[in-house]
């Protein structure tokens, strides 16, 4: 449904399959007591949480293993002034088990940057939520 704000609300699978869409999204997390966001290529799991890949030094790694964060990606078009955003939010951890760590080298997401060491963050999709932006114009 569409209200007069121009918003509609959108339900978790609508949120999932418009994540699939996008190659980048944001992390938002705490570093040093502040919020911080980074950006992010990621890829969404069969169990719809959201794997990212990095070096096992990041800084990433240390700040959210094990820590509640935020995730956001999102698609718009100023043309129209249309388009979507979706928020994941859920505990990331990084994946210590060999066999699933070995499956996620095969079928996870690539980094876009140069790594070494790889290890992989999942952010459980505990709370998935999401709106569509429609241009209001079209109804004047």
């Not at 978790?12 to 570093?31: A, D, I, M």
């Not at 950006?39 to 799991?45: G, I, Y």
Request: hydrophobic share 45%; charged share 25%; glycine share 6%.
């Amino acid at each position: 449904m569409v209200h007069n704000d121009g918003f509609r609300a959108l339900d978790r699978q609508e949120c999932l399959r418009l994540l699939g869409k996008v190659p980048v999204g944001r992390v938002v997390y705490t570093r040093q007591a502040l919020p911080a966001v980074l950006p992010v290529n990621f890829a969404l799991d069969a169990d719809a949480s959201v794997l990212v890949r990095t070096s096992a030094r990041s800084d990433l790694v240390r700040a959210v293993d094990g820590v509640v964060v935020a995730f956001e990606a999102d698609e718009f078009a100023t043309e129209t002034r249309s388009g979507w955003s979706v928020v994941v939010t859920g505990r990331a951890r990084v994946v210590t088990e060999p066999a699933e760590h070995e499956r996620l080298l095969r079928t996870g997401p690539d980094s876009w940057m140069p790594i070494q060491d790889d290890v992989f963050i999942r952010i459980e999709a505990a709370m998935v939520t999401g709106r569509e932006l429609t241009d209001l114009r079209a109804t004047d």
